[in-house]
């Protein structure tokens, strides 16, 4: 199988503007708040039927234990562990998936603040042995996934792999931490698809670009 697309996603180049909003249906509150809409709701969820497959692939006939990190990745985790289980029906090699779920937060505004904190349950001895997918919205520098994986390898799983939606191209990118990328995309702060700006958005399909204003109205 072909592991650049694995490894880096469908890349989002730079100059890419987005789709005109007009050309989609969307929430009409955010009518202002968005400038574009970035990557489509049926583009997301195809590229995410691929990932399952690949990941299918990885585990081969194990279980899998999957650690979903809240917020921001509880869509993109609900719709991967469905393909993951209709793929498997269909081709008779069903994993079988227990989904587990930590929460994460490091931003505040559009900017990531220094400390990490894992909020609720941080005892994850029941990955002991196990073979763990971790499945986040977002990697950008990596600071927070570096964090996690140290956190999940003190349980002493027996592997453990990331799979992140978007991957960010920024200084010092962390693709290196990612096993299944959905899309590499530039520096833009985006949301939707369950991705927030201080909590909103996440009702929103598809992921898109905010605006100055939605950045305005909603700021903290
Ligand atoms: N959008 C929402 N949340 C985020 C982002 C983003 O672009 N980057 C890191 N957390
Ligand atoms: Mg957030």
Redesign the pocket.
């Known amino acids: 199988m072909d592991n650049a697309g694995m490894k880096r996603g469908i890349v989002i180049k730079d100059d890419w503007p987005g789709h005109s909003l007009d050309l989609f249906t969307y929430p009409e509150h955010y009518h202002k708040d968005i400038e574009c809409v970035y990557i489509p709701h049926g583009v997301i969820m195809n590229r995410i039927e691929r990932l399952a497959h690949y990941i299918m692939d990885d585990f081969g006939d194990k279980n899998i234990m999957v650690l979903c990190v809240l917020k921001?990745g509880y869509k993109f985790c609900a719709d991967l562990v469905e393909f993951i289980k209709v793929l498997g029906r269909n081709s008779n090699k069903y994993l079988e998936t227990r989904v587990e779920f930590i929460r994460l937060k490091s931003?505040l505004n559009d900017q990531?603040t220094e400390d990490l904190h894992i909020i609720g349950s941080s005892d994850l001895s029941f990955l002991r042995g196990k073979s763990v997918l971790i499945v986040e919205a977002?990697v950008?520098t990596g600071k927070t996934m570096k964090a996690l994986l140290k956190h999940v390898e003190t349980f002493e799983p027996k592997m453990v792999k990331v799979a992140g939606l978007l991957v960010?191209r920024v200084p010092n990118m962390a693709q290196s931490l990612t096993d299944y990328v959905g899309f590499e995309i530039p520096n833009?702060?985006?949301?939707g698809y369950a991705?927030?700006?201080n909590e909103y958005f996440r009702d929103l399909n598809h992921i898109c670009v905010i605006s100055n204003t939605g950045k305005m109205k909603y700021k903290v």
Request: net charge negative; glycine share 8%.
């Open positions: 921001g931003y990531s977002i950008d960010k833009h702060f985006v949301v991705l927030d700006y």
